[in-house]
């Protein structure tokens, strides 16, 4: 059985956790590197773990010299390490993870690369279930009655951006329920690539944040509530007019910077319409209006629409990230340790993307073979 995908991702690993301390300056048995690899056993994808039970197979795996001779990691001594470590190291860590597994897909095939060979990140937030406690009930906050007492279980809101090609996490923040999204989104793009086409859903537009976007030379493709009570006039005079694309001055508001001039910003508006054939169960028909900041022709009306469609991966991503990797089954109530483990199930995605873009390297050779 051929071996190197599994040594190359292993070694993947090795590389970003060795990058840790062993300790924080002086003799203990615990220390940033040793929390990583702990808590990545704990939060393996599949498996229901505790910590009495993680810790045998990590001391299997790792070796007791890594751990201070003939010591043994006990759950108390775990549990002290990751309220100390703190989630700071694990991100630098799932951040290290995420940076070599986009080296791998920048190594890829061009038709593996998106529709317009070009990386695609979408955005998109989801809320998370988190256990009752008095820190994450401030941290968090969660639903209300009319009265605005709480109602049930606390509640975060993530947003996240994902390589949606290669399914790598590129970068994810952790905000109290009901924030807006376009917030958080705003928090993530610095951390793209400049050539990186954003991609979101109806529920992000707003003439700040496209102005924002245009004004600092990111790409987007966004889907418009289309609509002739909530759209806006420039989507709804284009919706109303039947034809298939449109490019428009669209005024997005005053400049931040100089409050006296306004940005009149170029948009390309395109129609998809409803496919053809019968509506599946609890589908209506219903025509998508998309607007993008790509207004080259080169970008072609298909091209665009398909793009568009790469967004539905992180709907997927989400629901595997609550149901194969267990998210919201915290072993913790502290908010600091559960941005901990977010970060250590993003270190999971991020080696399993490696794993596959490896495994399809392995695949295109065979064939050209």
Known sequence: MDSSHASAVL?????????LPMDWGGAGLWGPQQVVVAVMSLLRPGATQSYKTCLPAVEAAVGRSRWGGKRVPDPRGFSDARMRCGSAPMRVAALAARDRALALAATSAPDQRGPLGRPLAAFDGTDLLVFEDPGTRSRFGGVTNAEGKSVGQPHALMVSAWDVVNRIPLGWTLMPYGSDERVGARSLLPMLDPATIAVFDRGYPSRAFLRDMMLDGRDFVIRMIASESAGWKEVQAFFRSGERERIVIMDLGPHPK?????????????????????PMSHQKPETWVIATSLVDPAYTTEDLIEVYHQRWSIETIHKELKILCAVETWHTTNPDLIEQEIAAIMIWQSLAAAVQILAQKTLDQRQSN
């Open 258 to 278: 100089h409050p006296d001039q306004r940005v009149l910003r170029a948009i390309r508006l395109i129609r998809r319409p409803f496919r053809v054939g019968r």
């Open 11 to 19: 070694n993947l690993f090795y590389d970003v956790a060795s990058a």
